[in-house]
């Protein structure tokens, strides 16, 4: 069972590069999450999505860009990264019914 | 103030120990409380949930929830330095899709 997989797993990029995160689940959860994880911050919301097609915003969603035209898959795209983008990127699903969130290994993404 | 709040600690206790770990949270409507482990360099794993006041028990570990004073505990009984770990309060909200809210976690280290 592979369960929620992400890659790259470590990304060093430079600022103002467009970065791609991709996250895919094999459960066929309905919703999906990203989450950023900072020193002081802890996990953070930056994007959901409750179906194929249905995005919304969550608490810090400036400088990224979520799509979903599969249930399986839902990439986070930093357009032009910042090294305020510095992070561990943690991709997450859950039923529709759940409240229980599955979390994937995490991105390490660091912008020199 | 944040939605969920924790002790950053850290937090020493001694090998066989009970260690106890708090969380507050400020959405009173709030029904959904979890705690999750996260070892250093890893994802989140869900180790209880709770959705009543009361205690709910789960081997060696107990979760503690007071809905009237919005507080939610763990206490980990016997602790073992394979416990040693960040733990994260996690309590849903009731806006957008019920996603959930973190605390910035406490870290505990169990000393042999």
């Known amino acids: 069972d592979a369960g929620i997989t992400q890659s790259p797993r470590y990304k060093i990029t430079e600022t103002g590069r467009q970065v791609t995160l991709m996250c895919h689940q094999t459960?066929?959860?309905?919703?999906m999450f990203w989450y950023r994880q900072d020193l002081g911050h802890g996990l953070r919301l930056i994007y959901y999505s409750a179906a194929a097609d249905i995005t919304d915003k969550g608490e810090v969603p400036d400088g990224y860009v979520v799509s979903r035209s599969k249930t399986e898959n839902f990439p986070l795209t930093l357009e032009s990264a910042t090294r305020s983008q510095t992070s561990v990127y943690f991709c997450?699903?859950?039923?529709?019914?759940?409240?229980?969130?599955?979390f994937g290994e995490g991105s390490w993404l660091t912008v020199v | 103030q944040k939605e969920v709040e924790q002790n950053s600690g850290p937090l020493s206790v001694p090998e066989g120990a009970i260690a106890s770990l708090n969380c507050t949270y400020s959405?009173?409507?709030?029904?959904?409380f979890f705690w999750y482990r996260q070892y250093s360099g890893k994802s989140p794993e869900l180790i209880m949930s709770i959705y009543s006041n009361g205690d709910k028990e789960d081997g060696r570990f107990t979760a503690q929830l007071n809905k009237a004073s919005q507080y939610v505990s763990l206490l980990i009984r016997d602790s073992q330095p394979s416990d040693s770990a960040t733990y994260l309060c996690?309590?849903?909200?009731?806006?957008?899709?019920?996603?959930?809210?973190f605390g910035t976690g406490t870290r505990l280290t169990v000393i042999p």
């Open positions: 959405d009173r409507v709030s029904q959904s």
């Open positions: 997450a699903s859950r039923t529709g019914q759940g409240n229980t969130i599955y």
């Open positions: 996690a309590v849903n909200s009731q806006t957008g899709a019920n996603n959930l809210f």
């Open positions: 459960w066929s959860h309905s919703y």
